[in-house]
């Protein structure tokens, strides 16, 4: 059975749609910049960060920054047109550490006795991403979430076309999203001296994967569907 591609989206260090981040790579100017991690011990000051303002959390507003990204690469990826059949849609969103940021912010809030909000429930687990994009658009199929470390977003793709070929969906909507910029990660990744330090002051030179010189991990973020 042939599967086809319909349609694709992605929030970046460029930008949010398939055009700017298309025309990111063919500038052959990297997208990652300055950025000051506010975390003790953590000599990274790089990033590759999405240019769009991070959900402030609070209250009964839980929408993380994981959500948010995958979000706009889905509407991105959909384009507006609306699913044909749901029940015969599926998604599978792959994601390898999940809201942590909303995570540490309900644990700082029992910590200090607050009282949690009843959608703190449904919004600090893995799933929470591919249970909400479900909600939004309309999707009515199999969701499901995939958690395999940095090939989650690939393993997602493999997933979905194995519920094409198998008959259990006719559409399938698959993707990946991260959001490492927040304390517990970069805390993380720096006490195992993982992220790069190298390139401080030359953010734009600082991702070389295949480069001798190369010194560590940029911490980044970003969606793709």
């Known amino acids: 059975m042939r599967a086809f591609v319909t349609g694709a989206g992605v929030a970046s260090a460029y930008g949010v749609g398939v055009e700017a981040f298309w025309n990111g790579l063919l500038s052959g100017v990297s997208a990652t910049t300055g950025f000051d991690p506010g975390v003790p011990g953590c000599r990274c000051r790089v990033a590759a960060q999405v240019p769009v303002p991070a959900p402030v959390l609070g209250g009964d507003h839980l929408e993380h920054r994981s959500l948010q990204l995958a979000r706009l690469a889905l509407a991105d990826a959909l384009q507006g047109r609306?699913?044909?059949?749901?029940?015969?849609?599926?998604?599978?969103?792959?994601?390898?550490?999940?809201?942590?940021?909303?995570?540490?912010?309900?644990?700082?809030?029992?910590?200090?006795?607050?009282?949690?909000?009843?959608?703190?429930?449904?919004?600090?687990?893995?799933?929470?991403?591919?249970?909400?994009?479900?909600?939004?658009?309309?999707?009515?199929?199999?969701?499901?979430t995939v958690s395999s470390g940095c090939n989650s977003g690939a393993e997602a793709i493999g997933v979905g076309l194995d519920w094409l070929r198998s008959g259990r969906v006719d559409v399938a909507l698959v993707g990946g999203v991260e959001a490492e910029l927040n304390p517990l990660f970069l805390a993380s990744m720096s006490a195992c001296r993982a992220l790069v330090t190298s390139h401080n002051s030359n953010p734009g030179g600082a991702s070389r994967p295949f480069d001798m010189e190369r010194g560590g991990n940029v911490p980044g973020e970003g969606a793709a569907f």
């Open 82 to 144: 609306p699913l044909q059949e749901p029940e015969r849609v599926g998604l599978v969103v792959g994601s390898g550490l999940g809201p942590l940021d909303l995570s540490m912010l309900l644990g700082e809030q029992l910590a200090g006795a607050a009282p949690l909000s009843p959608l703190s429930a449904f919004q600090g687990f893995a799933h929470s991403v591919a249970c909400n994009l479900a909600s939004q658009f309309d999707v009515r199929g199999p969701v499901l």
